[in-house]
């Protein structure tokens, strides 16, 4: 059986990368690897961290790319993909525009398509954007849905999907955090150990303009008035977010902006953070299993589990909001400690283990 593993941007290279690992270790699977490479360098670092090697990769990645010239760039590719791999099932990840095109070129193929982390909505089309219609768009055409949650799973039923075509399995990006987490890990930066390190992530795409410049501010107020805490902000390359956390934040004592981590070392950077402020999905999953309190700079989120259990909350890109419960955090004991719970409602580490299981169980009855 060939099974076409796709990856296309940094999150879908970790939380893929434990699937392409079990598979390989099935004797019934001839695994392929396809990266898009929406991402470059932040694409490679996973698979090199991981040991995987891509047998095919598109170089799709160009400077500030719009979106509609990567989806027709994408498709044109994919097509001639299909066609000369001609795999029996291809397996996407989230929500990204590489999800979208391969569910939807697999479909024009006739190709049946496993979409890993399915059924995650906020059932708000502008938000998050572009995700949220990527996701509907795969989760409309694929075959096999492998839900995170049991919420997950209800978002999909409510849309119709058949209840036999799909399986909770939990979050891959927990069984690589596990695989990951206990090493000896290098943050590989110079940080005062006396410091307590607030941790920032931010890219998304409907914060960009006012909103990211409203987060960039709340920033500055916080590390000005904390001048014992540690700020770092690893800075994802989209030049709608590089030029602006530059302007705002560059100068500032206990304010350090750098490159994006590699993965290890970021998992090094949130063990080692007192709190993380972020607007990424991975990371609301993974901070809570390493009992990292976390503020999220959206208005919405499609993982509430961790916001039900107390230890996410939302803080839009809103000044007050981000200012006021990130200085809580830092000021009050009892509050700190009734959000660092380390609670994990995302996953056991064994969700790549029942995606195979799955798939085995299928593709060798049909
Ligand atoms: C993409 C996904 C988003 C995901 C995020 C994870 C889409 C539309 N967006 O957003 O869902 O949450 O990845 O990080 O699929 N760049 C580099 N080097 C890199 C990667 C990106 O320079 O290794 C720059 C390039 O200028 C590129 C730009 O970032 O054009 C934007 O990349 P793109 O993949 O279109 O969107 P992201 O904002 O990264
Ligand atoms: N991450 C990383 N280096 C960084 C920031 C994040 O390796 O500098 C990892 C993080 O551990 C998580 C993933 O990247 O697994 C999240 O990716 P991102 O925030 O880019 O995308 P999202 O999850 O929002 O789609």
Redesign the pocket.
Known sequence: MKCLCVI?????AIKMAPVILALKRESWANVRVLAT????????QVNRFFGIEPDIDLNI?????A?TT?TARLLLELDGVLSAEKPDTVLIQ???????TVALACFYHRIPVGHVEAGLRTWDMQN?F??EA?RIIAGKLARWHFAPTDGARHNLLKEGVLDAAIKVTGNTVIDALLMTADRDLDLGIDLDSNRRLVLVTS???ENFGEPFRTICQALRALAKKNSDVQFLYPV???????DVAHEFLDGLENFTLCP?LDYAPFIAAMKRSYIILTD???VQEEAPALGKPVLVLRDETERPEAVDMGVVKLVGPNYERIVYEAQRLLDDDAVYRSMALGASPYGDGKAAERIVDTLRRDLLIA
Do not use: C, F, I, W
């Open positions: 296309g941007t940094r999150p879908e490479a929406q991402h470059r360098h932040m694409l490679d990645m160009r400077p500030n790319q979106l990567l989230g929500d990204t525009t590489t999800v979208m998050p572009p995700e990527n890219h998304r795409r994802h390359p989209n030049p709608n977010v590089k994006p990424s999905g991975g």
